[in-house]
């Protein structure tokens, strides 16, 4: 079946520019995370959805950075007034059920600030 | 979650068994040790996780140690495509809902 996807793969903005970031979770799993993956670093957690619960915030480095999830479903990363230091690849997952073993990861979106 | 330690890299010889270390000294009753690997240009995969006994699938072995203070990924046949940063976490799944990292090991395999 189909696996997680995340567009734009590649997406260059402006120092200052708000981005939008979308992840499409695998259908029927209920808990979906964001990372953020600096070169040659691991990944950090951002943000974490499950179900209709309120979502785990605690990664989120400062308040440019939201995300939400509409219908259970789809989410999307809103990066307001990017900086340099915001340029890392966004990873999201998904898991079919909270505290899950398994997570399945997209491909990812690189986001390069200019 | 308690804090894994691994080495930064390794290097294997193609066809041969690969042994990957993690440390995990502060390692918790009900923490379970998971192994992810991201290849390049890609989001990690699910490799394996145990909690107490050594754990085999289709993938790899996973030996843990009686004091679960350490644990090691066995690779037993490292191919070209187990090229990869694995990554080695401990995760409570009632404690929380993250998955720390860390930098993970870089696996090098030689043709």
């Known amino acids: 079946g189909a696996g997680v996807s995340q567009s734009p793969s590649n997406k260059v903005t402006e120092k200052g520019k708000d981005v939008e970031l979308r992840c499409d979770p695998i259908?029927?799993?209920?808990?979906l995370y964001w990372y953020r993956q600096s070169l040659g670093q691991g990944l950090e957690f951002l943000i974490y959805f499950q179900g209709n619960s309120a979502p785990d915030k605690s990664g989120l480095p400062s308040d440019r950075f939201s995300a939400e999830r509409t219908g259970g479903s789809v989410s999307t990363l809103t990066i307001q007034r990017t900086q340099q230091e915001d340029s890392a690849v966004y990873l999201c997952?998904?898991?079919?059920?909270?505290?899950?073993?398994?997570?399945?990861f997209g491909p990812g979106t690189r986001l390069t600030v200019t | 979650d308690a804090k894994t330690t691994q080495p930064n890299s390794m290097e294997s010889n193609e066809e041969e068994p690969v042994h990957l270390p993690c440390n995990h000294s502060t390692i918790s009753g009900t923490d379970y040790i998971h192994w992810y690997r991201q290849l390049p240009s890609q989001g990690p995969e699910y490799v394996i996780h145990g909690l107490t006994s050594n754990v085999n699938n289709r993938m790899a072995s996973l030996a843990i140690a009686e004091d679960r203070k350490s644990s090691t990924l066995i690779l037993h046949r490292a191919t070209l495509r187990d090229a990869a940063v694995y990554y080695c976490i401990l995760r409570d799944p009632e404690g929380g809902n993250q998955f720390y990292f860390g930098t993970g090991t870089s696996l090098t395999v030689i043709p």
């Open positions: 997952a998904s898991s079919p059920l909270a505290g899950s073993y398994e997570q399945y």
């Open positions: 259908s029927g799993h209920t808990a």
